[in-house]
């Protein structure tokens, strides 16, 4: 079982990144798809999330209007998309899958590598 999650990179103030977070190693169809992010010195927060069949999605207040979550069942991936991108947005993000809804980070099934995102000019 493996998730990978992929994307990130250096963008300005403003910017856009893509994260994308291929799955595989299993059948995903009864779990939620989740984003976390860890900025430095800071606990792990839970970002969006969305049911692998399509259901929600969800995402916290601070990013609502800017971040939009989706997932792609042919490709086995979902995806962050991030605009209007703020330095406090700085973090690595992670994939996870869990069995039920929740923002507990300690409740997820299963957890890909990170992958940095630093908005900076």
């Known amino acids: 079982v493996q998730l990978q999650a992929s994307g990130g990179g250096l963008v300005q103030p403003g910017g856009s990144l893509r994260l994308s977070c291929a799955a595989s190693g299993r059948t995903w169809d009864n779990y939620v798809m989740n984003w976390f992010r860890q900025a430095p010195g800071k606990d792990r927060e839970f970002v969006a999330a969305i049911r692998w069949s399509g259901e929600g999605p969800y995402s916290v207040n601070s990013v609502k209007e800017r971040f939009t979550i989706s997932r792609d069942t042919a490709k086995k991936s979902t995806y962050l998309q991030m605009t209007n991108l703020k330095p406090e947005d700085t973090a690595v993000y992670y994939c996870?899958?869990?069995?039920?809804?929740?923002?507990?980070?300690?409740?997820?099934?299963?957890w890909g590598k990170g992958t940095q995102v630093t908005v900076s000019s």
């Open positions: 996870a899958a869990s069995f039920t809804w929740t923002r507990n980070y300690n409740l997820m099934n299963y």
